[in-house]
């Protein structure tokens, strides 16, 4: 079954330090893999996201990733972080036949001053 | 930035009282989704559509959840009779395409709390 494990339910970092954040999915085949944020009262927007090609993605707002096959991840990282980067972060892999996305349970970020 | 309008951004509802939300699409994006986020950040799909067509749902949708996206008009997912397990943040969110890894675009969402 597919699935998308978020090892990290909390990471707090300084603002102007590096944040690395974790996902490992399980996928026969090729995934599409997506990184969203989740700001407060807000919806969720995109972060990154994987279909093929590179493994190393650009996304907004400064991340980039990396995918890896052979280690079932994508883990995105930004190398410094502000304290508006405060926020849930979720990773999510599309389930098969395209129909709905298949989320982890999310990691706060929490940037202090 | 996402264009998809949900509303009410917040409803409070007593259990056993209906409970429904609407959601307009981004422009020129025929399918839609539902999803509930609940208090410990976990998603459920709930149902989606291609223009009016359900293209797939979930049991607990059939059940007490029904929904409809007609032409003209919001979409809408409606609680027929809210319990307390159904507090949770409601997501719609819409696409260009029901293809596999097809962006997806979320809108603020409906927060229900059922007391």
């Known amino acids: 079954a597919q699935s998308v494990t978020q090892p990290d339910a909390r990471?707090?970092?300084?603002q102007g330090a590096s944040l690395q954040l974790r996902c490992k999915y399980s996928y026969s085949?090729?995934?599409y893999l997506f990184w969203y944020v989740q700001y407060p009262r807000q919806g969720l927007q995109l972060?990154?996201?994987?279909?093929?090609?590179?493994?190393?993605?650009?996304?907004?707002?400064?991340?980039?990733?990396?995918?890896s096959k052979s280690n079932s991840s994508f883990h995105p990282r930004k190398a410094s972080v502000h304290w508006s980067?405060?926020?849930?972060?979720?990773?999510?892999?599309?389930a098969k036949g395209g129909r709905?996305?298949?989320?982890?349970?999310?990691?706060?970020?929490?940037?202090?001053? | 930035n996402s264009k998809v309008i949900q509303t009410p951004r917040y409803l409070v509802k007593?259990?056993?009282?209906?409970?429904?939300?609407?959601?307009?699409?981004e422009?020129?994006?025929?399918?839609?989704?539902?999803?509930?986020?609940n208090?410990?950040?976990?998603?459920?799909?709930?149902?989606?559509?291609?223009?009016?067509?359900?293209?797939?749902?979930?049991?607990?949708?059939?059940?007490?959840?029904?929904?409809?996206?007609?032409?003209?008009s919001p979409c809408s997912l409606e609680i027929q009779s809210s319990e307390a397990g159904d507090s949770a943040l409601y997501l719609c969110a819409s696409s260009l395409s029901s293809g596999t890894g097809t962006e997806v675009f979320f809108g603020k969402g409906t927060r229900l709390t059922v007391v």
């Open chain 2, 14 to 25: 007593g259990q056993g009282q209906k409970a429904k939300m609407r959601c307009i699409p």
């Open chain 1, 85 to 94: 980067d405060s926020a849930v972060y979720f990773c999510a892999v599309s």
């Open chain 2, 39 to 72: 208090k410990n950040n976990e998603f459920k799909f709930l149902i989606n559509f291609q223009n009016q067509e359900v293209l797939q749902q979930i049991d607990m949708t059939e059940k007490r959840f029904s929904a409809e996206c007609p032409s003209n």
């Open chain 1, 47 to 67: 972060l990154l996201k994987y279909y093929s090609g590179d493994p190393v993605v650009q996304g907004v707002n400064g991340f980039e990733a990396e995918f």
């Open chain 2, 27 to 37: 422009k020129g994006h025929p399918v839609v989704f539902w999803y509930q986020q």
């Open chain 1, 11 to 14: 990471v707090t970092v300084s």
């Open chain 1, 29 to 31: 085949g090729t995934p």
């Open chain 1, 100 to 113: 709905a996305l298949i989320f982890g349970t999310g990691t706060t970020v929490s940037v202090s001053p």
